[in-house]
C-alpha cells in the first residue's frame, strides 16, 4: 500500500523558511515520480514541483522556481520540499504526492497524495 505523511510545516513570519519532510512506505521513492502541490484557503489544489523517477531532474512552477528547492533522499525513503523567502500567498495545506509519469507539471498527473501539513505565513 502506497503511504505518503508530510511533516514539518508549521506558522512562519514573512521572509522565513520552513523545510518539509514527506515518509514514503510501499513503495521506493527513488523508483517513481513524486512530486509537491498545495492547496490555499478557498482555492484549488496547485502543482508546485516533481521530480523524475531515477533522476533528479526537478520541474518548478514558475513562481516558486527561485524559493522552493526539491531534494529526495532514497535511502531514508523520503522527499523534502525547502520553502525560503516565504509569502502570506504561499500560505496552505502542503502535500506530496505521488506523479503518474516524469515531468509532471499539473495537477491532473499528480496521485497518492499523503494528508498534507500545514504552513502559515504572517506577521
Known amino acids: 500500500e502506497v503511504r505518503l505523511v508530510e511533516s514539518g510545516g508549521d506558522w512562519v513570519q514573512p521572509g522565513g523558511s520552513l523545510t518539509l519532510s514527506c515518509t514514503a512506505s510501499g513503495f521506493s521513492t527513488g523508483n517513481v515520480a513524486m512530486a509537491w502541490v498545495r492547496q490555499g484557503p478557498g482555492k484549488g489544489l496547485e502543482w508546485l514541483t516533481t521530480?523524475?523517477?531515477?533522476?533528479?531532474?526537478?520541474r518548478y512552477k514558475p513562481s516558486v522556481r527561485d524559493r522552493f528547492t526539491l531534494s529526495r533522499d532514497n535511502d531514508k525513503n523520503t522527499l523534502y520540499l525547502q520553502l525560503n523567502y516565504l509569502k502570506p500567498e504561499d500560505t496552505g495545506m502542503y502535500y506530496c504526492?505521488?506523479?503518474?509519469?516524469?515531468?509532471?507539471?499539473?495537477?491532473?498527473?499528480?496521485?497518492?497524495r499523503g494528508p498534507g501539513t500545514q504552513v502559515t505565513v504572517s506577521s
Open positions: 504526492a505521488t506523479a503518474r509519469f516524469d515531468f509532471c507539471i499539473e495537477i491532473s498527473c499528480v496521485e497518492n
Open positions: 521530480i523524475n523517477a531515477g533522476t533528479d531532474v526537478i
